[in-house]
């Protein structure tokens, strides 16, 4: 199965950058799109972004558009998340999540409930 590890994460201060990644392993094909969600206490999972299975279309929330950048390394099997200009309530714990059965967000990013491949989660902290 595929299986997703995630790295990136840490404290920061407002205005400053992390990037995120997610590496996939156990699944040699790029036949998927994959995203990024985030979440707090007592609070649902929320979606960040998400790029098609060939890299090709991306989509933002509307909190993040012009600040985060989805990307994909198809030689690294990774996924990145590049997070500009922080703000606080960017804090949350991030997810990445894949899905072989879905290949295009031309349409829109997959829900919580479509994707079935987790990584564990990175903490990302951002202080004002």
């Known amino acids: 199965q595929l299986q997703l590890v995630e790295s990136g994460g840490g404290l920061v201060q407002a205005g400053e950058s992390l990037r995120l990644s997610c590496t996939t392993n156990?699944?040699?094909?790029?036949?998927?799109?994959a995203g990024w969600f985030r979440q707090v206490p007592g609070k649902e999972r929320e979606g960040v972004s998400c790029?098609?299975?060939?890299?090709?279309?991306?989509n933002y929330a509307d909190s993040v558009k012009g600040r985060f950048t989805i990307s994909r390394d198809y030689a690294k099997n990774t996924v990145y998340l590049q997070m500009n200009s922080l703000k606080p309530e960017d804090t949350g714990i991030y997810y990445c999540?894949?899905?072989?059965?879905?290949?295009?967000?031309?349409?829109?990013?997959?829900?919580?409930?479509?994707?079935?491949?987790w990584g564990q989660g990175t903490q990302v902290a951002v202080s004002s």
């Open positions: 999540a894949a899905e072989v059965g879905i290949t295009s967000v031309q349409r829109g990013c997959p829900t919580r409930h479509e994707y079935t491949r």
């Open positions: 156990g699944f040699s094909l790029d036949y998927f799109a």
């Open positions: 790029i098609s299975s060939n890299g090709h279309s991306t």
